[in-house]
């Protein structure tokens, strides 16, 4: 490739990127009132995509073949366990990826 | 009355610690863009760049490859859309949430990667922290780490050697924990539980590089079918 295609291709992601960004603020501008339908999703959406993000982030585990998924499992359960028990954000979160680093380093 | 400088202040003060474990996750995961930019032959101008422009983490991966492929821009934005089409639902939640904010909303949009959208949509945010300052500087503190990160990778490459094994785990903790807040937080289950299901479902039919346009229009047909008895619960109140 030679430096323009290269800054062609860059500034397709960058278009690309910033198109999904933008366009619902395009399309349902704020000062119309947005349809009932959008205000629904916009509502339900959320904690589904939480969800979604959960799968996203351990998309290439494979229970079938290496560890089994179990670090993701023990240091998942560590992360509830310790949100539901302090609810303290960045303690669960560092409590859970410190336990995962010591099973993938030491352990499996 | 608090002066214009002082409600800056406290919402940085407010925003930061919000922002901390995605300060280790995006140095750690940019300094791995960075290291790969630089060791598959590019200046580090190139991932300084892309990660100030794009600032979207898995796409900004994606593109390393098509730059070392053949010229197809047609491609590279069809491929793009794609993988970031999840931020259409990001903007779709915060339609309401953002009117009236100024002009922030435009940085807001522009940085609406996961993890920012995460954090502006679940935290609380004190009655007394001016709300847009707060998402501005969530934005901006998770843009400058991931910026920051993927220079120094490209300006160190494969000088840097640690043992870190493990540490991407930071990312799914946070959103295992954002999605707890949310669960916490709402009186029906049933959209998160869709979200955690039909995207599990799709990761298995369609595998891990393919699964996220079919989850999203999965999740949406099967919101769509259950509008009338979710907001007859509530759900969406």
Known sequence: MTLTQQIVTICMVILGTALTRFLPFLIFPAGKPTPKYIRYLGKVLPAAVFGLLVVYSLRNLNVFTGTHGLPELVAVSVVVGLHLWKKQMLLSIAGGTICYMLLVQYIF | ?237
Not at chain 2, 31 to 45: A, K
Not at chain 2, 121 to 129: L, N, Q
Not at chain 2, 192 to 212: H, K, M, R, T
């Open chain 2, 1 to 237: 009355m608090q002066s214009k400088g002082q409600v800056i202040k406290k919402a940085l003060r407010c925003a930061f610690p919000y922002t901390l474990p995605i300060f280790a996750g995006f140095w750690f995961l940019g300094l791995t863009y960075g290291i790969y930019m630089n060791v598959s032959g590019f200046h580090f101008l190139y991932p300084m760049l892309m990660s100030l422009l794009i600032f979207a983490g898995s796409i900004e991966f994606v593109t390393v490859n098509m730059l070392l492929g053949a010229f197809d821009p047609v491609q590279a934005l069809l491929m793009t859309i794609m993988i970031n089409a999840r931020h259409l639902f990001y903007g779709i939640s915060m339609l309401d949430k953002w009117k009236g904010i100024g002009w922030k909303k435009f940085y807001l949009i522009f940085g609406m990667c996961d993890e920012s959208f995460s954090i502006n949509y679940t935290a609380k945010i004190p009655e007394d922290v001016d709300k847009g300052w707060f998402m501005f500087f969530v934005t901006l503190l998770n843009h400058m780490y991931w910026f920051t990160g993927a220079t120094l990778g490209g300006i160190f490459g494969s000088l840097i050697s640690f043992n870190t094994e493990g540490l991407d785990f930071v990312m799914t903790a946070m959103f295992v924990v954002i999605f707890l807040e949310q669960w916490m937080k709402e009186k029906d289950h049933t959209s998160a539980l869709l979200g955690i299901g039909l995207s599990a479902l799709c990761v298995v039919v369609f595998g891990p590089e393919n699964f996220l346009v079919p989850a999203m229009a999965a999740i949406v047909v099967m919101l769509t079918v259950l509008r009338k008895p979710l907001e007859r619960k509530g759900a969406a109140v």
